[in-house]
T-cell receptor, first 111, second 110 residues
């Protein structure tokens, strides 16, 4: 069964304090690894898709990387407006295209 | 704006009732996913349609059903509602690469 696990569940940072969020996955035939940001009561906002091990993508203070078993979302010098829940989802290649998500990491950045 | 439209935004209904949630995907996207998100929980995959056909099924209850129409919009039908069905329901529209979510329908069963 497909499994996506995110850690930590919650993370508190001071403004400017860089850190990383982890997403480990067990998916039969990974077709893509997705990162989203979700604010309370809102729909997830697309950030990145990664397709193969070694791939990296950046957007402002965020950088996502992918290995064969996990993905990291690195946050450099975060600001309070980066506070949100970050979701990781894995898309399988076989038996349809099921997109399975982890439970998310709730990030709080204090000023 | 993701380009994915979900209606209604809010829905309050009584136990035992039936409701229909609607999703219009982004122009050109053939694939629609439905998810349930209960309070402070992750996204639970319900079902996926691609160009009108069911492609993948998650932990969707028998009381729930979905379909995708020829114009590619999708509907999620929830029947015999229980208090525990109260949640945010999201659809996501996927093209060749990215998957974009709508703003969700908040269902409250009283």
């Amino acid at each position: 069964e497909d499994q996506v696990t995110q850690s930590p569940e919650a993370l508190r940072l001071q403004e400017g304090e860089s850190s990383s969020l982890n997403c480990s996955y067990t998916v039969s035939g990974l077709r893509g690894l997705f990162w989203y940001r979700q604010d309370p009561g809102k729909g997830p906002e697309f950030l990145f898709t990664l397709y193969s091990a070694g791939e990296e993508k950046e957007k402002e203070r965020l950088k996502a990387t992918l290995t064969k078993k996990e993905s990291f979302l690195h946050i450099t010098a975060p600001k309070p407006e980066d506070s949100a829940t970050y979701l990781c989802g894995a898309l399988r290649e076989t038996s349809g295209s099921r997109l399975t998500f982890g439970e998310g990491t709730q990030l709080t950045v204090n000023p | 704006d993701s380009g994915v439209t979900q209606t209604p935004k809010h829905l309050i209904t009584a136990t035992g009732q039936r409701v229909t949630l609607r999703c219009s995907p982004r122009s050109g996207d053939l694939s629609v996913y439905w998810y349930q998100q209960s309070l402070d929980q992750g996204l639970q995959f319900l079902i996926q349609y691609y160009n009108g056909e069911e492609r993948a099924k998650g932990n969707i209850l028998e009381r729930f059903s979905a379909q995708q129409f020829p114009d590619l919009h999708s509907e999620l039908n929830l029947s015999s509602l229980e208090l525990g069905d109260s949640a945010l329901y999201f659809c996501a529209s996927k093209g060749a690469s990215e998957a974009f979510f709508g703003q969700g329908t908040r269902l409250t069963v009283v």
